[in-house]
């Protein structure tokens, strides 16, 4: 399955899943997301949200991104832009299992960073510049730094993205 999204999937924008599923904004997408996987406690969960959500992914041929990992589309970018820093090799960190490890850059298919976890992961080089983390019970992936521009990057690959301050909440959509 993930070499299949990985190799003939598409990615399509947030704001074209607000169209199509006709909710208001990305916090109700958010919303309608978690509960649909029943990652919200009963007193967060929008299931009228995950309704409308849910409808649109039965009649056409759209499909959830993977929870817990980091996104199959966005893994060749993170490759690249650990490429052109001159990056090679990243460490790996699975929190909840303890699992660690290198990886070489040069040698590794961007599936096999899909499959590093069951549940989060963190990506980062040796001198932690620039990391990248898988949200358990989430769609997202964090791109976490403070010396390369946010903004800068997310434009250059066209990434959907908010961009945080020190005072965003991960449950922002609260």
């Known amino acids: 399955m993930d070499e299949e999204i990985v190799t003939l999937g598409n990615p399509i924008k947030w704001s074209e899943m607000l169209k199509l599923t006709e909710l208001n904004n990305y916090s109700e997408l958010a919303l309608a997301l978690k509960t ?4 919200f406690k009963k ?3 929008r299931e009228d949200l995950a309704d409308k959500l849910l409808l649109k ?27 052109s820093q001159g990056i090679k090799t990243i460490q790996y960190l699975e929190p909840i ?30 001198s932690h510049s620039i990391a990248f983390m898988s949200v358990y019970d989430s769609f997202i992936t964090l ?13 250059e ?14 449950n922002w959509y609260l």
């Open 36 to 39: 649909s996987i029943s990652a």
């Open 43 to 45: 007193q967060y969960a």
């Open 57 to 83: 992914l039965n009649d056409d041929d759209l499909y959830f991104p993977s929870e817990d990992k980091i996104s199959h589309f966005v893994v060749k970018d993170i490759i690249q832009i650990y490429l």
């Open 97 to 126: 299992l303890d699992s660690r490890g290198e990886l070489n850059l040069l040698e590794i298919e961007p599936i096999e960073i899909c499959n590093l976890a069951p549940t989060e992961v963190i990506i980062t080089d040796h």
């Open 143 to 155: 791109m976490l730094t403070n010396v390369h521009d946010p903004f800068a990057i997310v434009k």
């Open 157 to 170: 690959y066209n990434w959907d993205a908010i961009v945080c301050s020190d005072d965003t909440k991960i």
